[in-house]
T-cell receptor, first 113, second 111 residues
Framework: ETGVTQSPTHLIKTRGQQVTLRCSSQ?????VSWYQQALGQGPQFIFQ???????GRGNFPPRFSGLQFPNYSSELNVNALELDDSALYLC????????????FGPGTRLTVT | QQQVKQSPQSLIVQKGGISIINCAYE??????FPWYQQFPGKGPALLIA?????SEKKEGRFTISFNKSAKQFSLHIMDSQPGDSATYFC??????????FGQGTELSVKP
């Protein structure tokens, strides 16, 4: 176990709705990043937060947004859900933004119908 | 330039055999190359990682071989066991800290 927790485990939403996913990073880790993993694919980088500031973003539209809180936990918000948003959403934490090691949580399985 | 290409897509190995998974990259600015193991329904677990100034790293039955000039790296799993059956991802980190993942290799180790 990595110490990174995510909630909820599974979620079913309807197209057009909004969703919030949560992540608690490993103790002492100040950097959190979010990835989207479609079925049968490798994880795709969404964005990264370091000490409550976004410091990197992948090729995802603005309807994907996030927050990092003073205790370094994080949220991923997705607005106007589309069917293609169905995926496993992974949170990863690391000791510093420059650190190589990323420890992943178990993920949240989002299904959009 | 940001792609990491992984092969094979799937691999079947007999128990006790050697599993070899290969990855190639283009961006010479990548500075860290981890391998992750993922079981169904779970998040990726960091297995082993290497920096580009090292040609080989071994941890137990797992070895990374790194060829900087060819821009290729590979994972070798010695004495493969049925419990190693999982999906393996190579990845590369860019200067912004983002990990770029390969497409994954589904490994099946037959008893």
């Amino acid at each position: 176990e990595t110490g990174v927790t995510q909630s909820p485990t599974h979620l079913i939403k309807t197209r057009g709705q909004q969703v919030t996913l949560r992540c608690s990073s490993q103790s002492g880790h100040n950097t959190v990043s979010w990835y989207q993993q479609a079925l049968g694919q490798g994880p795709q980088f969404i964005f990264q937060y370091y000490r409550e500031e976004e410091n990197g973003r992948g090729n995802f539209p603005p309807r994907f947004s996030g927050l990092q809180f003073p205790n370094y936990s994080s949220e991923l918000n997705v607005n106007a859900l589309e069917l293609d948003d169905s995926a496993l959403y992974l949170c990863a934490s690391s000791l510093e933004a420059s650190a190589g090691m990323r420890y992943f949580g178990p993920g949240t399985r989002l299904t959009v119908t | 330039q940001q792609q990491v290409k992984q092969s094979p897509q799937s691999l079947i190995v007999q128990k006790g055999g050697i599993s070899i998974i290969n990855c190639a990259y283009e961006n010479t600015a990548f500075d860290y190359f981890p391998w992750y193991q993922q079981f169904p329904g779970k998040g990726p677990a960091l297995l082993i990682a290497i920096r580009p100034d090292v040609s080989e790293k071994k941890e137990g039955r797992f070895t990374i071989s790194f060829n900087k000039s060819a821009k290729q790296f590979s994972l070798h799993i010695m004495d493969s066991q049925p419990g190693d059956s999982a999906t393996y991802f190579c990845a590369a980190r860019d200067q912004g800290g983002k990990l770029i993942f390969g497409q994954g290799t589904e490994l099946s180790v037959k008893p």
